[in-house]
T-cell receptor, first 115, second 108 residues
Framework: SAVISQKPSRDICQRGTSLTIQCQVD?????MFWYRQQPGQSLTLIAT?????????ESGFVIDKFPISRPNLTFSTLTVSNMSPEDSSIYLC????????????FGPGTRLTVT | GIQVEQSPPDLILQEGANSTLRCNFS?????LQWFHQNPWGQLINLFY???GTKQNGRLSATTVATERYSLLYISSSQTTDSGVYFC??????????FGKGTLLTVNP
């Protein structure tokens, strides 16, 4: 498996502000993903972040709202911009280890509340 | 895109009981994973099982890829098994699609 950490673990933010979430992996990985879990809901993929290329966003998610950086093979950030209460969610990063399988491992998540 | 349906949506058990959770999916898959989300929101990998059968302690899983379903078996349930169980599949593009989950409550 992999050791994945996220910072912050939780935050309470005011509407209109932005928050950057960090995801750190203890080994080099090609593929990293960002998911959102709204209260009481399942997980939805926001974007795929591969090193050396721009992030690929899913339908309903745009770069201006959720800019992503992937500066190297062990680190990524997701920014939630111009937040509104509807952005209150758990944000999780995941990685696929470069082992020839498709198995994904998830970070502990960032619990965001927007007031 | 690929559709994932989980059943039942909710399940309440007494400690020591056995249970079966089901996951149906609409297309062939490269990846099928079962997760347990604990009360703190952490997703715990239970099984990576695009086909076949695996066992890990009191938990086991079977995926019948040709019939597009997977089953998660929990035996001798414990209160610590409580939480949400998610099935997630990847059709062909490394992107996991999650089902809505099964909320399991195990009472002492």
């Amino acid at each position: 498996s992999a050791v994945i950490s996220q910072k912050p673990s939780r935050d309470i933010c005011q509407r209109g502000t932005s928050l950057t979430i960090q995801c750190q992996v203890d080994s080099q990985v090609t593929m990293m993903f960002w998911y959102r879990q709204q209260p009481g809901q399942s997980l939805t993929l926001i974007a795929t972040a591969n090193q050396g290329s721009e992030a690929t966003y899913e339908s309903g998610f745009v770069i201006d709202k959720f800019p992503i950086s992937r500066p190297n093979l062990t680190f990524s950030t997701l920014t939630v911009s111009n937040m509104s209460p509807e952005d209150s969610s758990i944000y999780l990063c995941s990685v696929e280890l470069d082992r020839g399988t498709y198995e994904q491992y998830f970070g502990p998540g960032t619990r965001l509340t927007v007031t | 895109g690929i559709q994932v349906e989980q059943s039942p949506p909710d399940l309440i058990l007494q400690e020591g009981a056995n249970s079966t959770l089901r996951c149906n999916f609409s297309d062939s898959v490269n990846n099928l994973q079962w997760f347990h989300q604990n009360p703190w929101g952490q997703l715990i990998n239970l099984f990576y099982i695009p086909s076949g059968t695996k066992q890990n302690g009191r938990l086991s899983a079977t995926t019948v890829a040709t019939e597009r379903y997977s089953l998660l078996y929990i035996s001798s349930s414990q209160t610590t098994d409580s939480g949400v169980y998610f099935c997630a599949v990847d059709g062909s593009n490394y992107k996991l699609t999650f089902g809505k989950g099964t909320l399991l409550t195990v009472n002492p």
